[in-house]
């Protein structure tokens, strides 16, 4: 069973081998990682996936490779300062762990924060050809053996915060419903018509979302999900799905989204990424939407990961693999990029237990 | 409570900041106590706000458009306020940890503590361990409240702590956290003084320390 065969298995809620794997990391762990490996590269790693070399991704056997085209692609950008083609202006921060310093980037400047500046405002254009060629390469290499993701996360809301300002866009959305809508019309379009693209180059899924949950509920509430983005994303859906009928759909939200995981699947949703387990309990979303709805992540990365034990990892992937991968419906991994702080004793305890515990073992 | 405090508490609790204006401009020019206008009309609106949140009626946007709205009556009210009057709660010296420019949770937390009484001195983010020994030394006996997101920046909350004792700050002052990855475990593991979830339990907890 090659790693695209694995996936989709996995998506038709039946067992693979073992449980499909994917795993993103920070550029800072990506190198740890690498010299771990004893790989060359110098490349920036970008963990959406945009400019990314897979030789980290493919080293470790992991199932899918993602190819990225968007505003997601913004982060992580060598320069300390920069701004992007959005007109977003960007920022590094340090940090410290105990395995040496890395460096976030963080958005530094809304070029809609002046309401009147919406009028003048020119989104990128989608229809480069520049920006599929890394698509056309991983579809072409690697489409026989690996299941490839085309990404357009930050698909509406986070790109449209990032346009307008965190607090400003969210007060717009409670006072102002217009001026929110004309805003994350411009994402919105740029990221369809990107996604369009993706999926008539041969991508498998493509992967959608904005974080709307905070730790312990969701950010906005669930009504205003379903005004604002359940539309948008049913139209995403539905027209990425009328290119290809084939094509899966995965969708994002960091935190606790559990009030509109229904809507998701009313709207046609195929995967869920990346369930936080402090935030949703895995096998409860197992029982109650496992026969509708796949899943993807679920490997706590704000405790275990970082401070657990390779005990801990270990324990904790045995456990999704008997109750949220139970069946199939399960792409395992980490709910976010590795982070610098993740011990490698930890990171290849989840590694090696993923991809050697046969899917069928009681272990 | 009348009919002008209780349209300036609607006013609040809904979000409506022009409302909130006009009617506590109203309440002012009829001479009505501003302290009457502060405990009835808002302070009673954001603990409405604060319960609505944590029940899950209410989330981000609401809560910001309900502190804006209070900000708005709370500046036409201050100079009209005595300083015997403010009977202020409490001062709290808040920030987002070193590295961690995160500053929703931080800033929906001083919202809700300004709405309950307190005085707020907002150090923003990235806040270093020493800016923070700075400003509980010049806020002699604030607590102290920090904010982090990341499992990366999370442990400059405990590096805070550190510089508090070493400054010798660390008795007179109390520590609050939160943060997404922070739990109410990793608070006592950092000798915090306590921990809550979310910015409407952070104003019960902060109350609870004063």
């Not at chain 1, 498998?204 to 979302?209: C, L, N, Y």
């Not at chain 1, 935190?255 to 895995?282: F, K, R, S, T």
């Not at chain 2, 009309?41 to 954001?46: E, F, N, T």
């Not at chain 2, 009210?77 to 995160?102: A, E, F, M, N, R």
């Amino acid at each position: 069973m090659n790693h695209r065969e694995r996936v989709l298995t996995a998506l038709h809620h039946e067992s693979p081998d073992r449980c499909p794997m994917q795993v993103s990391f920070t550029p800072e762990f990506a190198e740890r990682l690498r010299a771990d490996l004893r790989l060359k590269g110098t490349a920036l790693h970008n963990p959406h996936g945009g400019g990314n070399t897979y030789d980290l991704e493919r080293a470790l056997q992991e199932d899918m490779l993602l190819t990225s085209v968007g505003w997601a692609n913004s982060y992580y950008q060598e320069p300390l300062t920069y701004t992007d083609e959005w007109g977003i202006g960007w920022k590094s921060i340090e940090y410290n762990t105990p395995f040496g310093p890395g460096r976030y980037t963080e958005i530094a400047s809304h070029p809609l924060a002046d309401i009147q500046a919406i009028e003048t405002y020119t989104p990128p254009d989608p229809a480069r050809p520049e920006l599929y060629i890394e698509a056309e390469r991983v579809v072409r290499e690697y489409k026989d053996e690996f299941w490839i993701v085309g990404v357009t996360v930050t698909t509406v809301f986070e790109c449209a915060w990032a346009l307008r300002g965190y607090e400003r866009l969210m007060t717009d959305m409670a006072l102002d419903p217009d001026l929110a809508n004309r805003i994350m019309e411009f994402p919105f379009q740029f990221h369809l018509a990107a996604a369009r693209r993706l999926v008539e180059l041969g991508v498998d899924m493509i992967w959608i979302g904005d974080d709307v949950g905070a730790q312990n509920a969701m950010l906005i509430s669930p009504s205003m999900w379903r005004n604002y983005f359940k539309p948008r994303m049913a139209t995403f859906i539905s027209e990425l799905k009328g290119i290809n009928p084939l094509i899966k759909v995965a969708y994002h939200s960091d935190g606790n989204i559990y009030p509109i995981i229904p809507d998701l699947i009313e709207i046609g949703l195929d995967v869920l990424n990346p369930i936080q387990p402090a935030c949703m309990d895995p096998a409860r979303l197992k029982r109650e939407f496992g026969d509708r709805l796949c899943f993807w992540g679920s490997i706590d990365e704000q405790y275990t990961l970082p401070f657990g034990t390779p005990q801990s990892v270990r324990g904790e992937v045995l456990e999704r693999l008997q109750t949220f991968g139970k069946n199939g419906g399960l792409i395992l991994g980490p709910t976010h990029h590795v982070q610098l702080d993740t011990p490698l004793e930890n990171f290849w305890a989840m590694v090696n237990t993923i991809t050697r515990t046969p899917y069928l073992s009681d272990s | 409570m009348n009919s002008i405090t209780q349209e300036i508490y609607d006013g609040i609790v809904n979000g409506q900041s022009p409302v909130v204006g006009q009617k506590v401009q109203e309440a002012l020019d009829s001479g009505m106590s501003p302290v009457v206008i502060l405990n009835e009309g808002m302070i009673a609106a954001m603990a409405e706000v604060g319960k609505r949140f944590e029940c899950g009626e209410y989330f981000v946007p609401e809560m910001l458009i309900a502190a804006r709205a209070m900000q708005t009556g709370l500046a036409l009210l201050k100079p009209h306020l005595q300083q015997s009057d403010l009977q202020s709660k409490g001062k709290v010296v808040i920030g987002t940890v070193k590295g961690d420019l995160h500053d929703i949770g931080k800033n929906l937390v001083g919202m809700m503590l300004e709405g309950a009484g307190f005085e707020i001195v907002d150090l923003g983010t990235d806040v270093s361990p020493e800016k923070f020994v700075t400003a509980a030394r010049e806020h002699h006996g604030a607590l102290v409240a920090m904010s982090a997101l990341l499992t990366t920046t999370m442990p400059n909350m405990k590096t805070t702590i550190e510089a508090l004792n070493a400054a010798g700050l660390r008795g007179q002052v109390k520590v609050l956290v939160g943060g997404a990855p922070v739990t109410e475990n990793y608070a006592r593991q950092i000798s915090a003084d306590g921990y809550a979830p979310d910015a409407s339990r952070a104003v019960a907890l902060a109350k609870s320390l004063v």
